[in-house]
T-cell receptor, first 112, second 113 residues
Framework: DAGITQSPRHKVTETGTPVTLRCHQT?????MYWYRQDPGHGLRLIHY???????DKGEVSDGYSVSRSKTEDFLLTLESATSSQTSVYFC???????????FGPGTRLTVL | AQSVTQLDSQVPVFEEAPVELRCNYS??????LFWYVQYPNQGLQLLLK??????LVKGINGFEAEFNKSQTSFHLRKPSVHISDTAEYFC???????????FGQGTRLTINP
């Protein structure tokens, strides 16, 4: 158990509002990831981090930003939410970039 | 670039029957391979992984997978499934030095009584 918590677990918001999702790990794993999961698309990587203040884009990064000011926290921000960002968001961490990732319970986001 | 193809989006089987979930990947270098399982309304958890060594890998809950380099496959098998195996299964691949895993689209396994 890699000890990942995500908050909030559920959120409903309106189009155009900013939204921040939080991922917290209890380990000191170097790597952290944000994914979105949508029917028919599986898991798609949004952004990832390979250290404090070190982040990079994934395959679906448009409309999202991330920050990692501490090893244990990785924030995902939707600057201006759109209905297409309605999804389930998962955070994951890992000790090594090529090895096992451990997933949080997910956040269900609905943008009306 | 790496890619992963899960050949079946849905697999229905009867309880106590064997099952195989197929996964093929494309990569020009050595790879590491994973199967994850996602139970309803939960996050993903690791089922098994291949890093090196024996090509037959055993995982949790009676699952096993075989790495076939010549066919670039990593199919997941279980000889006798249970209702509790109902879940979505994801195959993933990474390359040495890569910063991330690449996931397949997932296979939904449905067990009928």
């Amino acid at each position: 158990d890699a000890g990942i918590t995500q908050s909030p677990r559920h959120k409903v918001t309106e189009t155009g509002t900013p939204v921040t999702l939080r991922c917290h790990q209890t380990e000191n794993h170097r790597y952290m990831y944000w994914y979105r999961q949508d029917p028919g698309h599986g898991l798609r990587l949004i952004h990832y981090s390979y250290g404090v203040k070190d982040t990079d884009k994934g395959e679906v990064s448009d409309g999202y930003s991330v920050s990692r000011s501490k090893t244990e926290d990785f924030l995902l921000t939707l600057e201006s939410a759109t209905s297409s960002q309605t999804s389930v968001y998962f955070c994951a961490n890992g000790r090594d970039s090529w090895d096992t990732q451990y997933f949080g319970p997910g956040t269900r986001l609905t943008v009306l | 670039a790496q890619s992963v193809t899960q050949l079946d989006s849905q697999v229905p089987v009867f309880e106590e029957a064997p099952v195989e979930l197929r996964c093929n990947y494309s990569s020009s270098v050595s790879v590491y391979l994973f199967w994850y399982v996602q139970y309803p309304n939960q996050g993903l958890q690791l089922l098994l992984k291949y890093l090196s060594g024996s090509t037959l890998v055993k995982g949790i809950n009676g699952f096993e997978a075989e790495f076939n380099k010549s066919q670039t496959s990593f199919h997941l098998r279980k000889p006798s499934v249970h209702i509790s195996d109902t879940a979505e299964y994801f195959c993933a691949v990474s390359e040495g030095g890569a910063q991330k895993l690449v996931f397949g689209q997932g296979t939904r396994l449905t067990i009928n009584p």
